[in-house]
C-alpha cells in the first residue's frame, strides 16, 4: 500500500497569502495525484488531478506541481472561501490511498 | 446536474450487516466507474471500493476486503455496497463517488451515517 504523508498538519495563514502544501508518497506515483478540498460539513471537492491538472471550474490561484514522490498545492493568494481542510490522493496503485490531510486555518 | 443520493445507512450491531445504495443521475452513469469513500468522526478520507463501468472489475481496501461487495446496476442508475460483519472502526460517513477518470472522484454525494454499536 502506498502511504501518502502530507505536510504540515496544520498552516496558519492571512487570506492574501500564499499557500504551499505538500504530499510525499512511500513510492513513486508518477503523476497520479489529486488534491481535493474539503469544508466542514461538505463532500469533497476535486481541485487538482494528475498532478497539476485543474478541475473543472476550479479558479487559477490553485496550482499542483510534482511526479514521482513529492507533490505540492499552491494556493496563489488566499480568499476567504479557501480556508478548509486539503488532501492528496493517488491511483498509481491499489489500493487507493489518501494523505491525512492539511488544515488550512486563518491566522 | 449530476446528482449522487445515497441511502441505508443507520445504526447496527457489531457483526450486522447493512447495504447501502447510490442512486445516479445527470450522466450517462453505465460509462462511469463508481466508488465509495468513508470518513469516520473528525477523521480523514479513507478509499473503501470501486467498481468499473460494466460492473466487472471490483476493488476494496484491506480493512474491508471480504466483509464487503459493491455492485452496480446500470439499469436503475445504482451503485451498492453490501456491508457484512460490521465492526466499531466501520462507524463513518460513507460517501458515494463518480469516477471521473480510473479513481479520479469529480462528484461526490453529501454521505450517510453507518454508526456499528451495541
Known amino acids: 500500500e502506498i502511504v501518502l504523508t502530507q505536510s504540515p498538519a496544520t498552516l496558519s495563514l492571512s487570506p492574501g497569502e500564499r499557500a504551499t502544501l505538500s504530499c510525499r508518497a512511500s513510492q513513486t506515483v508518477s503523476n497520479y495525484l489529486a488534491w481535493y478540498q474539503q469544508k466542514p460539513g461538505q463532500a469533497p471537492r476535486l481541485l487538482i488531478y494528475d498532478a497539476s491538472n485543474r478541475a473543472t471550474g476550479i479558479p487559477a490561484r490553485f496550482g499542483g506541481s510534482g511526479s514521482g514522490t513529492d507533490f505540492t498545492l499552491t494556493i496563489s493568494s488566499l480568499e476567504p472561501e479557501d480556508f478548509a481542510v486539503y488532501y492528496c490522493q493517488q491511483r498509481s496503485s491499489w489500493p487507493r490511498t489518501f494523505g491525512q490531510g492539511t488544515k488550512v486555518e486563518i491566522k | 446536474e449530476v446528482q449522487l443520493l445515497e441511502s441505508g445507512g443507520g445504526l447496527v450491531q457489531p457483526g450486522g450487516s447493512l447495504r447501502l445504495s447510490c442512486a445516479g443521475s445527470g450522466f450517462t452513469f453505465s460509462n462511469y466507474g463508481m466508488g465509495w469513500v468513508r470518513q469516520a468522526p473528525g477523521k480523514g478520507l479513507e478509499w473503501v471500493s470501486s467498481?468499473?463501468?460494466?460492473?466487472?472489475?471490483?476493488f476494496y481496501a484491506d480493512s474491508v476486503k471480504g466483509r464487503f461487495a459493491i455492485s452496480r446496476d446500470n439499469f436503475r442508475n445504482t451503485v451498492s455496497l453490501q456491508m457484512n460483519s460490521l465492526r466499531a472502526d466501520d462507524t463513518a460517513l460513507y460517501y458515494c463517488a463518480k469516477d471521473a477518470s480510473n479513481s479520479w472522484f469529480d462528484y461526490w454525494g453529501q454521505g450517510i451515517w453507518v454508526t456499528v454499536s451495541s
Open positions: 467498481v468499473t463501468p460494466g460492473g466487472d472489475n471490483t
